[in-house]
């Protein structure tokens, strides 16, 4: 039959009081000894006691020791401790908590005092226990979370990235077929010889390859991050811009990319999990552009997303901004929790979710947004470090 009682070590190098605390304490819990403070560290190890009760004065290693001692032990540096003494000097007793104790018992010990102490820190190291196990089902579940609004949000710029490939596949799409009629004039014209087909053969391996570099610049894209590494935040931008330029383009809005000659803004994190950060950020301007656009807004000039990347206070700063009108004041305030979307109904609220998540967890760093005239801005700072990896 299982005995669930707590489990009491009890410590001390007098057999007489052992035998009396085994006689208070029997009926109510499952009882082991020691009469050595080495033979309670080995004790506490096996036998992994719920509360330990420990006398001051023993040979070779004192209660203090054994408690401090005891406190560094992964295993057992959370079970209470309750020193049982004869000793009533008040330094004695803030030795005792200095050492790691939870309470003091002074000998001789009436029954009744010990087990009601015995009972009340019992109560409360099931209690820490049991918030311990919630909080640990809370993280999880939030890690769990997480996780699904990060393959969420990935899903989200997949199809972002869909519709760039689609595009940057229209014109050498486009180029083959052109080619394809071409050699079936010449065919029928009589023209094609081994000349032609070796021009026709390097125009077309030109164009393949060229799709080729596109899909394997998405994939990368998409390709998390396995560690850490040192990298130029100015760099990584670009990336992005370059291979969205054409989608932002045919949406008549212009990306400007500013930063210092002299700048060298390298950070350290995870180079693709930034890269999304952008690409979230500049979808969100693309969208609240386009969407001013729809609301039949007097907007006359182009749609314009300007990047300015400095190195400020020993910080990567680096500020977003568009024209698209910028954030509803209803919105602003809570723009990066979940599920709060800038896009209306039209929107998941994910992505700035994302953003925050990963520039504050990723990256150690913080973002930021605002209203400007006409527009929104978001500011993003990273540590600054130097090439070699020392933080500046």
């Not at 396995?226 to 990336?239: L, M, Q």
């Not at 039949?296 to 680096?318: L, N």
Request: glycine share 6%.
């Amino acid at each position: 039959m299982t005995d669930n009682r707590c489990s009491v070590l009890i410590v001390d190098d007098e057999s007489g009081s052992r035998q009396l605390l085994r006689l208070i304490l029997q009926d109510k819990y499952r009882l082991s000894f020691a009469s050595s403070g080495k033979m309670a560290l080995e004790a506490a190890q096996s036998v992994k006691p719920d509360l330990i009760l420990l006398d001051i004065i023993m040979p070779e290693m004192d209660g203090y020791e054994t408690c401090k001692r005891l406190k560094t032990i992964p295993a057992t540096s959370d079970v209470p401790v309750i020193f049982i003494s004869a000793l009533t000097d008040i330094t004695e007793k803030v030795n005792a908590f200095n050492s790691g104790a939870v309470d003091y018992v002074c000998k001789p010990f009436q029954s009744d005092e010990v087990i009601s102490r015995i009972e009340t820190h019992l109560k409360l190291y099931n209690l820490q226990r049991h918030l311990e196990k919630q909080v640990e089902m809370e993280v999880n579940k939030r890690r769990m979370d997480e996780q699904m609004l990060i393959q969420q949000s990935k899903m989200a710029a997949m199809g972002e990235m869909i519709g760039a490939i689609a595009h940057q596949w229209k014109q050498p799409l486009n180029s083959l077929g052109l080619i394809v009629q071409d050699v079936e004039d010449a065919f029928e014209a009589g023209e094609v010889d081994k000349e032609y087909l070796k021009q026709f053969s390097n125009q077309c391996m030109g164009l393949i390859t060229l799709m080729s570099h596109t899909v394997n610049d998405f994939q990368n894209f998409l390709k998390p991050s396995d560690k850490k590494d040192i990298f130029d935040v100015t760099g990584a931008f670009y990336e992005v811009v370059n291979l969205f330029s054409d989608l932002l383009k045919k949406d008549d809005i212009y990306v400007r990319i500013n930063t210092p000659e002299t700048c060298r803004c390298y950070t350290t994190g995870y180079r693709n999990e930034l890269k999304q950060v952008i690409l979230n950020l500049i979808n969100n301007s693309r969208d609240a552009i386009n969407g001013r656009r729809k609301k039949g807004a007097a907007v006359t000039e182009d749609g314009w997303i300007t990047i300015d990347i400095k190195d400020v206070e020993m910080k990567v700063v680096v500020h977003i901004c568009d024209n698209g009108g910028g954030i509803a004041d209803n919105v602003i305030d809570k723009v990066f929790e979940a599920y709060v979307t800038t896009k209306g109904e039209g929107g998941t609220g994910i992505g700035l979710y994302m953003s925050k998540a990963i520039i504050e967890n990723k990256m150690n760093g913080k973002i930021s947004a605002s209203n400007i005239e006409g527009g929104a801005r978001f500011v993003i700072e990273l540590p600054l470090v130097k090439p070699d990896g020392e933080i500046q």
